[in-house]
């Protein structure tokens, strides 16, 4: 069984970059597509980014396209998000997740389709 565990969350100004790793325990990603998700204060958590098993495959928010970036290491063994150009309007508690329910290399865009998550992690931009 997989699990997760963020970081990188914090506190940067407006227009300002963060990393978010997202380690893997127990499995590599070889075998399953990924999400990172977040959720605002008050609103729904919803899907930021999304990348197949492979890495050949990535799904961006319109909110944080060309913004933030979504990828493997090269082992595969921790997933990140490249967040850049950060805006107050990016302030959620981030989390990621794994699809381990099948092996088809490709990215899901729903939250019921994700089974194993992680507990979040805080991300905080100022005006």
């Known amino acids: 069984q997989v699990q997760l565990v963020e970081s990188g969350g914090g506190l940067v100004q407006a227009g300002g970059p963060l990393r978010l790793p997202c380690p893997a325990s127990g499995r590599t990603f070889n075998t399953y597509p990924m999400g990172w998700f977040r959720r605002a204060p008050g609103k729904e958590r919803e899907l930021v980014a999304a990348?197949?098993?492979?890495?050949?495959?990535?799904f961006y928010a319109d909110s944080v396209k060309g913004r933030f970036t979504v990828s493997y290491d090269s082992a595969k063994t921790a997933v990140y998000l490249q967040m850049n150009s950060l805006k107050p309007e990016d302030t959620a508690t981030y989390y990621c997740?794994?699809?381990?329910?099948?092996?088809?290399?490709?990215?899901?865009?729903?939250?019921?389709?994700?089974?194993?998550w992680g507990k979040g992690t805080q991300v905080t931009v100022s005006s």
């Open positions: 990348i197949s098993r492979s890495g050949g495959s990535t």
């Open positions: 997740a794994v699809h381990s329910l099948s092996y088809r290399d490709t990215y899901y865009i729903n939250e019921v389709d994700y089974n194993v």
